[in-house]
């Protein structure tokens, strides 16, 4: 899993809350959060290679599980999630996400 973030032949989804994102993700990896999975899952190709990552692999596994019943043959969980993760990051700002604008509050 080394070669994860420069791979361009990987699909990495994220399905973590924009929130968690803000303090590091995968350089090039998707914002899907697995609140709104009945509204992305069906946008992905059953021909692509699907990593999901999320804090420490239990919400990728469940994700995981979910897509392969689905239909996806080639969906793998980052096990041990971004906990475990020991490639690049990058720190990024909430924004919206599957054309959905989210609504931040600060308090």
Known sequence: MRMLAGD???LIVD???PVER???????SLSYPLGWFSLWSHSLDPAETVVLVC????????AAD???A????????LLGGMQEWAGPQQCEVPRPICG????LMHG
């Open 66 to 68: 979910a897509l392969a």
């Open 100 to 103: 959905l604008h989210l609504r």
């Open 22 to 28: 803000a303090e590091g993700s995968i350089p090039g």
């Open 15 to 17: 399905v973590r809350e």
């Open 55 to 62: 804090r420490s692999g239990r919400r990728s596994r469940y």
């Open 8 to 10: 361009p032949s990987l």
């Open 70 to 77: 689905k239909g996806l043959g080639r969906v793998y969980n």
